[in-house]
């Protein structure tokens, strides 16, 4: 889930957008515990680095949401909620020892606006799976409504202290490790994120049992992962949603407002 770092002057641009973007009617706020799940027809969302999408846009999937981490700093999440966020994945964990500074804060934030959330962990090679599952679960409650975990499985050469790129047969048994014993805690098969060079050079999609979140930032999945089947669809990374300072991670679900409130059902 790579960041994308903008100069003063994108971010210039960002707040003109937030200017000229218009709130819809504030909603009643949601009862303790209840995730509101705002659908709107159209978000009210923008984006830095627009795509003409050719094909099936995003904008054709109703279900709209965002992953954020502590470069996202503080969220006003009812406004994000208000814009048309119906979820929030939000980074928990990294590794064995790395706890996402902003965690709790966009944790807590989320559930007191009534967005339904879910936490990922960015998968380390440099560590054994057992313990990086230890550690997610030792950050991360379960809670009833809550989305499934999510493994965040990408290669990442920028690493300064681990570059490690693990046979594939390796990669695809340590993920299956991750995934059992977090399933085995929360109840709930984790989700894989991946992005398309990870997902090519590791067959990582021949994991039975397991939902996907594809990163595909310039073509419809189908385009970039042929054949494969998907959960989640990261669309952009340069989003601009209301209530949040800088760019952002933008994602689809694949289904309708009523499949996503039954799911993962």
């Known amino acids: 889930m790579r960041k994308v770092f903008l100069t003063l002057i994108m971010f210039s641009l960002l707040a003109a957008c937030g200017q000229r973007s218009s709130a819809p009617a504030p909603q009643q706020a949601p009862q303790s515990g209840e995730a509101h799940m705002s659908f709107l027809a159209t978000p009210r969302f923008g984006d830095l680095a627009p795509v003409d999408w050719a094909g099936r846009a995003p904008s054709a999937y109703p279900v709209h949401g965002i992953d954020v981490a502590r470069y996202q700093g503080e969220i006003d999440w009812r406004r994000a909620r208000n814009a048309g966020v119906s979820f929030a994945y939000i980074k928990a964990t990294e590794g064995g020892d790395y706890l ?18 879910g936490a990922y962990h960015f998968y380390y090679f440099c560590r054994p799976a057992e313990e990086q599952a230890r550690w997610f679960i030792r950050n991360v409650p379960p809670g009833a409504g809550d ?6 499985l990408e290669w990442n050469h920028t690493s300064p202290t681990c570059t490690k790129r693990p046979p594939a047969n390796i990669v695809r048994a340590e993920a299956r490790k991750f995934l059992s014993i ?10 894989v994120y991946t992005t398309p060079e990870f997902y090519r050079t590791t067959g990582i999609g021949r994991l039975r049992g397991t939902q996907f979140w594809l990163r595909s930032v310039a ?7 042929p054949g494969a089947r998907w959960t989640f669809w990261q669309y952009t990374g340069t989003g601009v949603i209301p209530g949040i300072s800088g760019p952002v991670d933008i994602n689809v679900f694949a289904g309708s407002p009523d499949a996503f409130r039954s799911w993962p059902g």
């Open 100 to 117: 996402d500074p902003m965690f709790k804060d966009h944790w807590q934030g989320a559930g007191r606006a009534g967005v339904r959330r």
């Open 147 to 152: 989305l499934p975990p999510v493994l965040d």
């Open 182 to 191: 977090l399933e085995r805690h929360y109840g709930q098969r984790p989700i």
């Open 219 to 225: 073509a419809h999945p189908s385009k970039v992962y």
